[in-house]
């Protein structure tokens, strides 16, 4: 289904999976629906597996009481690409998916990953919130129905004012020694959790404290860098917390904390879900 161009999105549904792949870019994912709450009060959770290049694999399938999707969708992706069954992009992806399943467009977004997959969910979900940032700065905000004409300031005038600026005699006379005259940049600041939190964009970082290659004292000690003040709580880990971000500790997990421990785990997917505190 074309929903953005030069991509497309196919929808099967096999025995198991799909490999009869096209020489192209794919991304392979599983969808599992909510199981105890309605499907329009469901929020949708896309989960990025660790690795690096690690797909999702086992020996067969089994119920399991205690799966995120208890009360929320999840993706399941294959990823990066050239993973599993999988190569292509994940924005894209999901643009597609959405416009595949309206039905889920309004569901809450929520990105989660474990190992390795701590590079790609930050990294996916900054360029979730950039291209939703760019669609934004589209629309005119003085008339909401219309789209800006020229650059995000929507004044004709900038495009002008751009090109006087750029060129080369005009900066050789004001003393200029840029490459490039931008009235405005998104790409200021640099980082990716920064932004994030600046936007109001909840994030949650975990780690099993029985995690030597992920260990958690590294991931708390990165995290306690920031500019933030914390308090924190103890339960079945350790919990410290400030406004939209939050690091937490779990007792007794290792690597994969899903795994490990399996209830903990969905106490805490499902509070950060219903936005409790921990």
Not at 119 to 143: F, M, Q, T
Request: proline share 5%; with cysteine.
């Amino acid at each position: 289904m074309d929903a953005i161009p030069n991509y497309r999105l196919r929808v099967k549904n096999p025995g198991l999976c799909d490999t009869s792949v096209e020489p192209d870019k794919h991304f392979f994912f599983w969808f599992f629906e909510a199981r105890k709450v309605k499907h329009e009060d469901a929020p949708l959770i896309l989960w990025l597996n660790g690795g690096p290049g690690l797909q999702f694999g086992g020996n067969g399938t089994d119920h399991n009481p205690f799966s995120w999707n208890d009360r929320a969708h999840i993706i399941f992706l294959d990823q990066p690409t050239n993973v599993g069954f999988s190569y292509w992009d994940v924005n894209a992806l999901l643009q597609l998916f959405y416009k595949s399943f309206p039905q889920y467009a309004n569901s809450e977004l929520h990105v989660f990953g474990e190992s390795y997959g701590g590079h790609y969910v930050p990294a996916v979900g900054k360029a979730i919130h950039e291209a939703n940032r760019e669609l934004e700065s589209k629309r005119n905000p003085y008339d909401v129905r219309r789209y800006c004409v020229g650059n995000g300031l929507c004044y004709e005038i900038e495009d002008d004012i751009d090109t006087y600026l750029n060129n080369a005699g005009v900066q050789k006379a004001l003393g200029a020694e840029v490459k490039k005259f931008e009235s405005c940049s998104e790409k200021v600041g640099t980082g990716i959790f920064p932004p994030l939190l600046a936007d109001n964009i909840r994030v949650l970082i975990y780690a099993g404290d029985a995690d030597f290659t992920c260990n958690w004292y590294g991931n708390k000690a990165w995290s306690m860098e920031l500019d933030y003040g914390w308090w924190t709580g103890v339960g079945a880990g350790e919990v410290r917390t400030h406004e939209n971000f939050t690091f937490l500790r779990v007792f007794g997990a290792g690597h994969m904390v899903p795994y490990d421990k399996p209830k903990e785990s969905l106490d805490m997917i499902n509070r950060w879900l219903d936005r409790k505190p921990y």
